[in-house]
């Protein structure tokens, strides 16, 4: 998987014929009473995706997160999440997988462009780095199942 910024872009660019997976992260952000669990649904899909883009360099590329506000209207944030699904989709990308922690996408994944990976968010706040990464390793390690099979189809 590769990053979002100039010099993993123009690696893409390059080799785009290899590249054939977007994936998004999806966040919301909440204030309030709901602002801790917000911060850390932010953290465990960062930290899932950042190990995914270690995994998957020369496979997937890791797009800046969709983010809004847990607040906003669903129907205004799903249009342009599909905006978004149909412009990659446009842009040469095979398969797209949107991840995210927020469980109401589930009643949406039918209208998205691609395929939506729910995982619950993993209270890492309080594990030292070496918990947190053996956690986030076995997250990743069945995203990389549903991946393959994806992939596999096509």
């Known amino acids: 998987m590769m990053k ?3 010099q993993e872009v123009e690696t893409y660019l390059s080799a785009k014929e290899y590249i054939d997976t977007a994936v998004i992260p999806v966040y919301s952000l ?3 009473e709901e602002m801790k669990q917000s ?3 932010f953290e465990f899909i960062t930290l899932l995706t950042g190990y995914l883009e270690r995994q998957f360099t020369g496979r997937i590329l890791l797009f ?3 983010t809004y506000l847990k607040s906003d209207n669903m129907e205004n944030v799903l249009d342009e999440l599909i905006k978004w699904g149909e412009n990659v989709l446009n ?3 095979k398969h797209i997988f949107y991840i995210t922690s927020e469980l109401d996408w589930r009643m949406y994944e ?3 462009a691609g395929s939506l990976l729910w995982l619950p968010s993993l209270p890492l706040g309080n594990m030292s780095e070496p918990q947190k990464m053996e956690v986030i390793d076995s997250q990743v390690k069945q995203v990389f199942s549903i991946f393959t099979q994806q992939w596999n189809q096509n």
Do not use: D, K, M, Q
């Open 4 to 6: 979002w910024i100039p």
């Open 30 to 32: 909440s204030f309030g």
């Open 39 to 41: 911060a850390a649904a």
């Open 64 to 66: 800046p997160p969709f």
């Open 91 to 93: 842009s040469e990308f």
């Open 110 to 112: 039918n209208r998205l």
